[in-house]
């Protein structure tokens, strides 16, 4: 029996209070207080020029392929370590995924390999700050400024982390987050896009409101408003952005609570680990950690199985993460066949220990302690 779960979604008392008063307020489609509440926090309070809430990161990253206009033979640079939604949103605008692989010692992007990747077709680079780590963004910047390709940072997981003192979403042109249930900041499901180039303002507007100049109008821009590009219906209701906002409210206690548990783990396996040749998280320099996961690197695909059925068996879920995206059912055949090796290692070893703001850190540690070859 599981007792204690990989995941468990933080309430901080104020959700369903906002809720009723968005309800009562007669305001509940999309673009309401709460969204201008929650887009205003996030430009305050770490500089991201304009932001627009969404129903789900996959929708935030779905706007940038409209953006940047990506179209059947265009080329996106992407890891293949990474959720599905970072390639697929690029894919059906009908973009080539050119996969890169990671660094060996963490699963982020190789900024090194990026350039070996460029051809006169690519037309972006799509970087993922897994664990809430940072990319090498001064390499991956230059590179990009350089070859004139767009860069959008997929921050799903980095909500108050940073780059050399720099906040992750505000470095690349465009970044998008995620408040899926399993992040550190919670709607349920929900994202929101960042523009950071200013080419790019007016137009997510129109495409976040199904395509239509609606916000002008609403702003008394315009004397009516109409059909006048590409777009969907990618903003949330008032509910979400509710629940959101009591979740902001009380980001800094949440990201305090869960570094607390991360540097638990961090100190207390570090011995064990070393005994049983398990790589404990490595941090690049430049980068922050917010606390998203505490992961592990297991030598073999054997040990962590081993490890993953132990805590089990002590009631704890830990779980494995990404399978490489190069080796899906759905791309492998359009892969170009590189081996990207430091991604295949992460997906047969990487092993993620429970992580939320109530969690029992002792216990957890306890029954990993435990187990050993």
């Known amino acids: 029996m599981i007792k204690i779960p990989f995941n468990k979604p933080y309430l901080t008392g104020k959700e ?47 706007m940038c392929a409209i953006l940047a206009n990506i179209r059947q033979g265009d080329e996106v640079i992407v890891p293949s370590y990474t959720f599905v939604s970072t390639a697929l949103a690029f894919v059906r605008q009908g973009a080539k995924i050119v996969f890169a692989d990671s660094y060996g010692t963490h699963p982020n992007i190789d900024a090194g390999l990026i350039e070996g990747l460029i051809s006169e077709k690519t037309k972006m680079i799509v970087v993922v700050h897994y664990a809430g780590m940072a990319c090498d963004m ?14 959008v940072e997929d921050a799903a997981q980095a909500v108050c982390s940073y780059y050399e003192g720099i906040p992750l979403g505000s470095i690349g042109h465009m970044a998008t987050f995620s408040f ?22 007016d137009r997510a507007e129109v495409i976040w409101e199904k395509g239509t100049n609606r916000a002008q109008f609403f702003r008394g821009q315009v004397d009516k408003y109409t059909w006048v590009d ?46 049983n040749e398990i790589q404990l998280m490595h941090i690049p320099e430049y980068a922050t950690n917010n606390a998203h996961m ?7 695909g054997a040990q962590r199985s081993k490890l993953i059925d132990h805590l089990k068996t002590e009631g704890v879920l830990a779980v494995f993460h990404y399978l490489s995206l190069h080796n899906s059912p759905f791309y492998k055949n359009m892969h170009d066949g590189r081996e990207l090796a430091n991604s295949d290692r992460f997906t047969d070893c990487l092993l993620r220990l429970p992580m939320y703001y109530e969690l029992d850190v002792e216990t957890v540690d306890e029954k990993v302690l435990e187990h050993g070859d």
Request: with cysteine; charged share 25%; net charge negative.
């Open 180 to 201: 899926h249930e399993t992040k550190n900041i919670i709607s349920g499901e929900g994202g929101m896009l960042v523009i950071n180039d200013d080419r790019f303002i």
């Open 16 to 62: 369903t209070q906002y809720i009723e008063d968005a309800v009562k307020s007669g305001k509940i489609s999309g673009n309401g207080q709460y969204t201008k509440r929650c887009q205003t926090f996030f430009e305050e309070k770490f500089g991201f020029k304009k932001t627009l809430l969404t129903t789900s990161c996959t929708d935030a990253l779905e």
């Open 230 to 275: 590409l777009g969907s219906s990618f903003l949330p209701s008032e509910i979400i952005s509710a629940f959101l906002w009591a979740q902001l409210e009380n980001i800094e206690d949440i990201q305090s609570k869960r570094l607390r548990h991360w540097r638990y783990f961090n100190e207390n396996l570090q011995d064990w680990a070393d005994n």
């Open 294 to 300: 505490f992961y592990l690197v297991c030598r073999s």
């Open 138 to 151: 001064g390499t991956i910047m230059e590179l990009a400024k350089r070859h004139d390709l767009i860069v």
